[in-house]
């Protein structure tokens, strides 16, 4: 569930500055980041259950985009300016949230949320394949590639690819991992693009989350209709996603990186598929065989390995 953060895990836009002091441990607000996005994928199901992905989708972009609005005034901060920086800001939308949520909510529909999470962990090994395209700063080593093998073999393990793929809707999977595709892509795109530019994180992401709220708002009523009832709990689903999964997590992961920096931050991403795992069983009564789980640790330790970078020569 990323926002506009690097493959690096700098986010675009923000200028180096040192990091604020504050009241709650960050520990505290770390495992509050994991337990927000992991429960994201149990929300999505949720609200989906009554309402279109794409009205999923644009209800969870509205309720962030008042989140982050809010923040904004409270600090007093501008939308960036500048027709060149709103161009990329488009596409950096549509990469980093109208299209991966929209595919996520779309897969939902036909797998479950602990599935979806856990191909949401599969990011990162994207990432890496692709920064060795198309980053040629960002050279591979023997562990890294080791690690990203070792994490495409975790998504067969997951996916029971012994078993002939057995049970497993196709489609909805296709989604869920283009989804965590469309993430890299977009960070490639900023890291190219937007890296600075001198406006803040809070201001270029503000305007990243409007323009991708403007995208779904276009695109909804093209391919949905009105719903006949309003159903309140996943209404109050959609709310949560936005207001939490997408708007405080988003100044949560800030304030993260602003403090403990980058590397640190970033390992949230190992926790999200085991709290989506726990959330969607507990919950939801999803079921669970023992490839999901051993799949998702080799997914994660490739994941991992895929992180790591050389030390720098004295």
């Not at 897969?107 to 890496?128: D, K, Q």
Request: proline share 6%.
């Amino acid at each position: 569930m990323s926002t506009v953060t690097t493959p690096a895990g700098r986010l675009a836009g923000a200028p180096s500055a040192p990091a604020r002091r504050h009241r709650l441990d960050w520990r505290l607000r770390f495992a509050a980041l994991s337990l927000i996005w992991g429960f994201s994928f149990l929300l999505i199901k949720v609200g989906t259950g009554a309402y279109a992905p794409f009205q999923v989708t644009l209800g969870r972009l509205l309720f962030g985009t008042a989140v982050l609005a809010a923040a904004m005034a409270v600090r007093r901060e501008r939308l960036p300016r500048g027709v060149r920086v709103w161009g990329h800001l488009t596409v950096a939308a549509f990469l980093l949230n109208a299209l991966p949520f929209s595919l996520f909510a779309y897969a939902e529909l036909t797998i479950p949320s602990t599935l979806a999470g856990i191909c949401n962990a599969t990011s990162p090994l994207w990432g890496m394949a692709l920064s060795l395209i198309a980053l040629s700063e960002d050279r591979p080593t023997r562990v890294r590639v080791a690690g990203l093998g070792l994490g495409f073999l975790g998504v067969l393990t997951v996916l029971g690819a012994w078993q002939g793929f057995h049970g497993l809707d196709a489609t909805g999977t296709a989604l869920a991992l283009l989804g965590s595709l469309s993430y890299p892509i977009g960070w490639i795109y900023v890291r190219r693009t937007l890296a600075g530019t001198g406006d803040s994180h809070l201001s270029m992401t503000g305007a990243q989350l409007l323009l991708a709220t403007v995208q779904l708002a276009v695109v909804t009523p093209l391919f949905t209709t009105l719903p006949t009832r309003m159903s309140f709990g996943p209404l109050l689903a959609i709310a949560a996603l936005g207001a939490l999964g997408t708007g405080l997590a988003v100044l949560l992961q800030y304030g993260l990186v602003a403090e403990v920096g980058p590397t640190t931050a970033q390992m949230v991403t190992y926790f999200i598929p085991v709290i989506a795992t726990a959330a969607g069983v507990a919950l939801l009564g999803e079921t669970l065989t023992w490839s999901t789980p051993v799949g998702a640790a080799i997914v994660l330790t490739g994941a991992a390995l895929t992180q790591l970078r050389p030390k720098p020569r004295p």
